[in-house]
């Protein structure tokens, strides 16, 4: 079943209704045209209002404003049970005091008139769902008495009994442990191969969305930032955002500019840029973007190495780094090209993206363009729509002023009076600690914090 | 902290010391101590201290429940197999415990169960135990029914919640005496009397005689034991709905919403979502109100006192509407023997309900 949405707007109210600039704009003018039998990963930090999309498309939240289609129903107005959805939720909501079989058995229970299945029919597709997700031994246990990956296959049987047109998962392996996750991603891999039904799921993690779906959308604060195949979104990335967000070692991004068709990081002309006009831009590159070379452009201080094995990654430092440190995955083998302590490094190009620092948009050059072309033909010839945001990117009122905001917020005025007593030592632990880890020692003086007056007391 | 810690280990060490050393002293052999010094002597104080700390707070609360309560509870059962047989006239019947004889000092009691014979063999009593039984079987249910159904329905509203939530707690904060003789005015009807004087017609036969029907004489003088037991039965029900009404929502609203949203795709009906979802859901709050309710009713009084007076009945049919608990309270009249007795009777049959309850509940119940 093919699912499209359009113009999909979801708006929160304030709850002080007459305060226009409180209301939330969970979704924005969302418009995505989901192919018939695919895997689909909503993927975004929290709070970007994936999970919103998902609930829209389950009928539990009705769209400010926008439509959805199912094929060529529309079911923007249809109540949820009347859309012939399957939904999974975050913490699978199993009913806990029915056994597994009565839990899968629930939804085709509900089953009126001529959809009524016989008893004998009910336990058959309910066996069979079953073994398709590889719970038939546990029929009889109570939610309570399973695993979590259990449950969560309980969860997917239960939404895949009624043979929905759409199966929805909300963050499904968000609580699951680390090698179950692994594990239980596979499955809803063979699943959705074996039962061909359009499925959409959302996830904040990266490397689950690109492990499995055959298409992934990203998204920022409502938006939709790209989409496309994870390969795809991974190589050629539209906007900063992007880069940002896929990829783990994440990207290393460092400020740079344009000039005389020459890239510079710093001082170093690192790459050619033909065609590019003289500019400010932000430069990111992927960890595996690097080459060890002794004439290399790009000179590293070395801080670390870690080895894993097959690939080291170099830990080094760059002026110009935006991150603290500068992270590069290359072959064990080269690691003897690293002289002393500095490491310099040739950059390959198409792991290279540069972005415009006022619009954080992509600037493709060189190579690249020819590449993102090919991608959008193949694309095309797939019968995917391209989408990637153009204008420019939303961006929290004030994305540093947020960073800081837990700590102004533990802080408050009480702690501040508090602060004044505090001895010097803290002060100073406080003044030596790096900005980066700012939030720490605070929240390590919390405790230091009720404490102090307690002692005092003793003594 | 730790200093403190190795504080009272080395007292705890002097004090054993102190312990093993007694008896030898004992033995004869006069080995003298050498006598503590000021340090160790305050160490051994609050080594000795911190023994008896946790014994020392409790004590204001193990004398006051010891007094109030253990010794009660024990005494009734003391009292309750205490009596006299007592011979007058040649013939011999048993007397149970009284305080009043019991300052007699020619009063010697002996132990038996007559009291229990006595209390059993009462006609009054059986009247007592068949209202008390009556009365909890039929308000616990629609009690606990009705509780559901307003609690749900309050959940499911947003506006005036607050304001129904109070309406409906109003009860609860309310003394029964008082709610009882309101009641009374209520289901009032006084016929007119021969001299013509007005007559006095409380609110429901007013709203029953302006929907066309007649009068029904609920509770006053000549009114049928049926017509007594309805009221008493509105009266229980209404007293008992608050607690399980602020119970059982707070159950309502501890359930995860999910449940809901899970159901609602299924496509379940409101019906199902009821009885499938929210009451097995809901089934240990449910039996906590059922169990309470079910002890409350066995204890039932002060609302028969509030609207038939202490008489425990309408005008001319008194006692006709006694429970166990006013049978307890009559019998101190007699002797406290026999009330003791009631009493633990009561007290059997309340335990005994008790345990079917859990019983059951352990099998439907889900925890």
């Known amino acids: 079943m093919k699912v499209v949405l359009q113009n999909l707007t979801k708006i929160f109210p304030s709850r002080n209704k007459k305060d226009k600039n409180a209301e939330v704009v969970a979704v924005n003018d969302f418009n995505l045209e989901i192919p018939d039998g695919k895997l689909i990963g909503l993927l975004g930090p929290s709070g970007c209002g994936k999970s919103t999309t998902l609930f829209m498309i389950s009928g539990l939240q009705t769209p400010t404003s926008g439509k959805i289609f199912f094929g060529d129903d529309d079911v923007t107005k249809l109540a949820p049970e009347n859309r012939g959805i399957g939904l999974v939720f975050q913490n699978y909501a199993l009913y806990p005091h029915m056994t597994v079989q009565q839990n899968i058995l629930f939804p085709l229970q509900n089953l009126k008139g001529e959809n009524r299945l016989s008893k004998e029919e009910m336990l058959k597709r309910a066996a069979e769902v079953a073994k398709l997700v590889q719970i038939d031994e546990y029929m009889n246990r109570k939610p309570s008495e399973l695993s979590g990956g259990q449950q969560q296959r309980v969860a997917i049987a239960r939404a895949l009994v009624k043979m929905p047109r759409v199966l929805l998962l909300d963050e499904p392996l968000s609580n699951l442990d680390a090698r179950l996750r692994l594990q239980t991603r596979e499955e809803i891999r063979r699943i959705q191969r074996d039962t061909q039904i359009t499925t959409i799921f959302v996830t904040h993690d990266q490397e689950e969305a690109m492990s499995i779906s055959d298409f992934i959308v990203v998204m920022k604060l409502g938006v939709i930032m790209q989409t496309g195949k994870p390969q795809w979104v991974y190589d050629d990335p539209a906007n900063l955002f992007v880069a940002k967000f896929l990829g783990a070692p994440p990207i290393n991004m460092f400020s740079g500019k344009v000039e005389g068709g020459k890239l510079y990081i710093g001082e170093e002309a690192v790459l050619n840029a033909d065609g590019v006009e003289d500019q400010e831009v932000y430069v990111g590159i992927r960890p595996e973007g690097f080459i060890l070379s002794r004439e290399g452009k790009l000179t590293c201080a070395v801080s670390g190495i870690d080895v894993m094995g097959r690939d080291i990654s170099i830990v080094s430092t760059n002026a110009a780094s935006l991150n603290p440190v500068v992270r590069s995955i290359i072959s064990a083998d080269e690691m003897s090209k690293i002289d002393g302590s500095v490491a310099k490094f040739d950059l390959k190009q198409h792991k290279v993206f540069i972005f415009n620092k006022e619009t954080e948009q992509r600037i493709y050059f060189g190579e690249q363009i020819a590449a993102h072309e090919a991608m959008l033909a193949e694309m095309e010839a797939e019968g995917q729509a391209y989408a990637s945001n153009q204008g420019p990117l939303p961006r929290e009122a004030d994305d540093k002023a947020k960073a800081d905001a837990p700590v102004a917020l533990d802080k408050g005025k009480f702690a501040k009076v508090k602060d004044c007593f505090k001895g010097l030592a803290a002060k100073c632990r406080r003044k030596k600690a790096p900005a980066a880890e700012e939030e720490a020692p605070v929240s390590e003086a919390e405790p230091n914090d009720t404490a102090e007056p307690s002692e005092v007391d003793h003594e | ?367």
């Not at chain 2, 030898?24 to 000795?48: C, T, V």
């Not at chain 2, 253990?70 to 309750?80: E, L, M």
């Not at chain 2, 299924?266 to 009451?279: L, P």
Request: aromatic content about 14%; glycine content about 8%.
């Open chain 2, 1 to 367: 902290m730790s200093d403190e810690k190795i504080v009272t280990e080395e007292a705890e060490a002097l004090v054993a010391s102190e312990q093993t050393e007694a008896p030898a002293a004992d033995g004869g052999k006069k080995q003298k101590k050498p006598p503590l010094s000021k340090e160790e002597k305050k160490i051994l104080w609050q080594a000795r201290w911190s023994r008896w700390k946790a014994w020392v707070y409790l004590l204001p609360a193990i004398v006051i429940l010891g007094i109030f309560t253990v010794w009660p509870i024990i005494n009734t059962v003391r009292i309750s197999f205490m009596g006299q047989w007592t011979t007058e006239g040649g013939s011999t019947w048993w007397e149970g415990y009284s305080y009043s004889a019991a300052l007699n000092p020619n009063t010697h009691y002996v132990f038996g169960f007559n009291n229990f014979s006595s209390v059993v063999s009462d006609i009054d009593f059986v009247t007592c135990l068949t209202n008390t039984l009556l009365l909890t079987v039929i308000t616990v249910p629609i009690s606990t029914m009705l509780a559901l159904l307003i609690a749900v329905a309050l959940n499911s509203i947003k506006p005036l919640r607050k304001v129904f939530q109070t309406i409906f707690f109003l009860p609860y904060v309310t003394n029964s005496i008082a709610i009882g003789m309101v009641f009374a005015a209520m289901f009032q009807m006084v016929w007119p009397n021969p001299t013509g004087e007005p007559m006095s017609v409380g609110i429901i036969n007013t709203i029953i005689e302006a929907f066309g029907g007649t009068r029904i004489n609920w509770m006053n003088q000549g009114s049928s034991h049926f017509a007594n037991m309805v009221v008493l039965v509105i009266y229980i029900v209404w007293n008992a709905l608050p607690f399980k009404i602020l119970v059982l929502l707070g159950g309502l609203q501890s359930v995860n919403k999910q449940y809901y949203d899970a159901a609602k795709v299924d496509g379940t009906s409101r019906f199902r979502t009821f009885w499938r979802i929210t009451v097995p859901l809901l089934s240990p709050m449910i039996a906590y109100v059922v169990i309470t309710g079910f002890i409350g009713g066995f204890k039932e009084y002060t609302s028969i006192v509030g609207i038939f007076g202490e008489k425990m009945g309408p005008v001319g049919n008194d006692w006709s509407l006694d429970t166990m608990v006013g049978y307890i309270y009559k019998s101190m009249g007699v002797s406290e023997g026999k009330a003791g007795a009631a009493a633990l009777i009561l007290f059997v049959i309340i335990f005994a309900v008790t345990m079917v309850n859990l019983y059951v509940s352990k099998k439907k119940v889900h925890y």
